[in-house]
T-cell receptor
Framework: AQKVTQAQTEISVVEKEDVTLDCVYETRDTTYYLFWYKQPPSGELVFLIRRNSFDEQNEISGRYSWNFQKSTSSFNFTITASQVVDSAVYFCALRPPDRDDKIIFGKGTRLHILP | NAGVTQTPKFQVLKTGQSMTLQCAQDMNHEYMSWYRQDPGMGLRLIHYSVGAGITDQGEVPNGYNVSRSTTEDFPLRLLSAAPSQTSVYFC????????????FGQGTRLTVV
């Protein structure tokens, strides 16, 4: 069975602190794809990053970074020097390689950045 | 580029009424899907389609129908609305190629009274 678990339901940090959002996935496929999406208070879903299972390099984009570890089936997301605008719900997702298979989302982590 | 367009943005229905949520995309994506988002439940897949004429059930399909007569459109029909269907509904589309991300519509907030 394929599954994405975001164990942190809600996190609150003070502005400028670093925060890590956890994502653990389950799959039997050797090839798969992982994603992070952001849902700000306005409600839309914004794509942040994609990672394939063969690329374990960490990725950094400005204050955002992602740590992919196949050994622990984790794809964690860190925000450095958080800002109030980072307040949102963040979703991790898994896409199997088969074109006929569905995209699986975690339940999301609600992040509050306090001024 | 319009991307993924959902209509309406808001809707109030009475129990037992039927309605169709519209979803259209102009990116020639083969894969389209409908999700519902409820507090604490994340995004749950209702139905999805990998191409025109092909649909399949997701995690929570009961009470909903879909059809895919064209590549562009993927309407979601509520057959007889129930208060348990009060939710925010998202339509998404993507290429069917491996690893392609989904593009989401703005969402439809549906309330069934």
């Amino acid at each position: 069975a394929q599954k994405v678990t975001q164990a942190q339901t809600e996190i609150s940090v003070v502005e400028k602190e670093d925060v890590t959002l956890d994502c653990v996935y389950e799959t039997r496929d050797t090839t798969y794809y992982l994603f992070w999406y952001k849902q700000p208070p306005s409600g839309e879903l914004v794509f942040l990053i994609r990672r394939n299972s063969f690329d374990e390099q960490n990725e950094i984009s400005g204050r955002y970074s992602w740590n992919f570890q196949k050994s622990t089936s984790s794809f964690n997301f860190t925000i450095t020097a958080s800002q109030v605008v980072d307040s949102a719900v963040y979703f991790c997702a898994l896409r199997p390689p088969d074109r006929d298979d569905k995209i699986i989302f975690g339940k999301g982590t609600r992040l509050h950045i306090l001024p | 580029n319009a991307g993924v367009t959902q209509t309406p943005k808001f809707q109030v229905l009475k129990t037992g009424q039927s309605m169709t949520l519209q979803c259209a995309q102009d990116m020639n994506h083969e894969y389209m899907s409908w999700y519902r988002q409820d507090p604490g439940m994340g995004l749950r897949l209702i139905h999805y389609s990998v191409g025109a004429g092909i649909t399949d059930q997701g995690e929570v399909p009961n009470g909903y129908n879909v059809s895919r007569s064209t590549t562009e459109d993927f309407p979601l029909r509520l057959l007889s609305a129930a208060p348990s269907q009060t939710s925010v509904y998202f339509c998404a589309s993507s290429y069917s190629g491996p690893g392609t991300e989904a593009f989401f519509g703005q969402g439809t907030r549906l309330t069934v009274v």
